[in-house]
C-alpha cells in the first residue's frame, strides 16, 4: 500500500502528540488510534500504517538487548544499563541473554545499533582478511 505524504504528515503529528516527556505514552497511543478508527479521516487506512510503524520503531529503540557468552554479573549489568543510560536516555529497557555461541566478550542491540564486541565476532573479521 502506497502512503501518500500527508497520511505520514499526519501519522506523524499523531505520533508526536502521543509523547508525555518524551517517551510514548500506550494510553494516549490507543486513544489516537481508537479516534482516528472512530471518525474514518480520508487515507486513515495510510496514516495507522504509518502510525504503526512510528510506534513500533519508537519501542525497538527504547529495547536493549545484550548477548553475552556467560550470565553477566551485577556489577557488568549495572555497568552496562549506565552507560545505556547515558547514551540512549531514560526509559530503556534492557534484558541480558547467554549466547555461548559468542565465546567471549558482549554484543549489544538497540533499535537499528549493533555492537559487536564478541569474540565470534572479531574472528569472522580475522578470517574474512585472509
Known sequence: MKITKQARRDAK???NTCKVGGLLDEARVRQVVGV???QKPRGY???LTHFQRLV???LDRRMARVESAVP???ALQQSVKASLAQRYGAG???SF???PALIGGLRV???SDVFDGSVRARLNELEASF
Request: proline share 0%; net charge neutral; glycine share 8%.
Open 13 to 15: 503529528q499523531l505520533f
Open 36 to 38: 482516528v478508527v472512530a
Open 45 to 47: 487506512a495510510g496514516i
Open 56 to 58: 513500533k520503531l519508537d
Open 72 to 74: 553477566a554479573s551485577e
Open 92 to 94: 530503556l529497557a534492557v
Open 97 to 99: 541473554v547467554v549466547n
Open 109 to 111: 542491540k538497540v533499535g
